[in-house]
């Protein structure tokens, strides 16, 4: 007998990779967040009560998704009919959720279907490095240390705020974890900070970037290019074969910088907000 589609939830990240990490790597460009974000459940960084849900198919995983309160629900490319009953056992739970990120039909499919209004929304294009152009721009890129914690937590907190994302999480513990990591880094010119860039480690060759943020007196003068170009590179000296990208499809400036450094389109998602 095969058995019908059935969701299954759990806190245990371990449980849940077990489960579902063979179905995310079969498509770590586009499950690239998902990817990440269990690496940080996986170590701690993600404290507030984790949830993390997959569904089976006749004994197969078909779909993954991850909640990490206060941050919205993570949607994998999960197959479009899948997302109401998605909605019905997370509210059965009494799950609480800000908002929903993903693929734009999948996040569009699970607003349709949650029992709150979208009240908003961002849209982003996820990009896949071509081949590498370097910007000339002046100053010099420099890992962050544990010294840069309080900078890079101002900026982080800037970036949520300005992109209208995440306004109610505390940025430091991810902060502190990803420079632990050496996952950040600077641009300096002149001596001083100017820009701030990160990108995860390689997970199945795949590497992200993100956030970039740069301080708006300081914009127009190509700071966030090189940043960029600098994260990029460091991706790839350290065995990416896949670098990726988000960009903020209402800030086309941006999106030219990042095709200008070799960066190619790979599909559309949006974070979409209920509260």
């Known amino acids: 007998m095969i058995d019908g589609p059935t969701w299954t939830f759990t806190a245990d990240a371990e449980v849940y990779a077990a489960a579902a990490e063979p179905w995310l790597l079969r498509d770590p460009v586009r ?44 949607l ?9 009953s998605l909605a019905t056992e997370l509210i059965a739970l009494g799950r609480s959720l800000p ?15 949650w029992w709150e209004p979208e009240r908003g ?14 910007p000339s721009v002046p100053g010099v890129a420099r890992t962050a240390v544990a010294a840069d914690a309080p900078l890079a937590a ?52 795949m590497s992200r970037v993100g956030p970039v943020y740069t301080p708006p007196a300081l914009r127009r003068r190509g700071y966030g290019a090189a940043v960029t170009h600098a994260v990029t590179r460091k991706a790839l000296d350290e065995g990416a074969t896949e670098v990726l990208l988000f960009a903020d499809l209402a800030n086309p400036p941006s999106n030219s910088v990042y095709q200008a450094l070799g960066y190619k389109r790979v599909a ?8």
Not at 32 to 60: I, K
Not at 121 to 134: D, K, Q
Not at 268 to 275: K, N, V
């Open 76 to 84: 994998g490319v999960v197959p479009l009919d899948a997302l109401p």
């Open 121 to 134: 929304r961002r849209s982003e294009r996820l990009y896949r490095l071509g081949s590498l152009v370097p």
């Open 154 to 205: 101002q900026w982080f907190r800037e970036f949520q705020e300005e992109a209208d994302v995440n306004v109610a999480a505390d940025p430091t513990p991810v902060v502190s974890a990803r420079i632990n990591r050496n996952e950040l880094m600077f641009w300096e010119d002149g001596g001083r900070p100017v820009s701030l860039a990160g990108v995860s480690a390689p997970i199945a060759g």
């Open 31 to 74: 499950n690239t967040v998902l990817l990440t974000v269990l690496r940080g459940v996986r170590s701690g960084q993600f404290s507030e009560d984790p949830l993390m849900a997959w569904r089976t198919e006749g004994g197969s995983v078909e779909g993954a998704v991850i909640h990490t309160a206060p941050y919205p629900l993570l």
């Open 99 to 113: 908002g929903v990120t993903g693929p734009l039909d999948q996040a569009e499919a699970f607003a349709r279907a």
């Open 268 to 275: 559309d998602y949006a974070s979409l907000r209920f509260r």
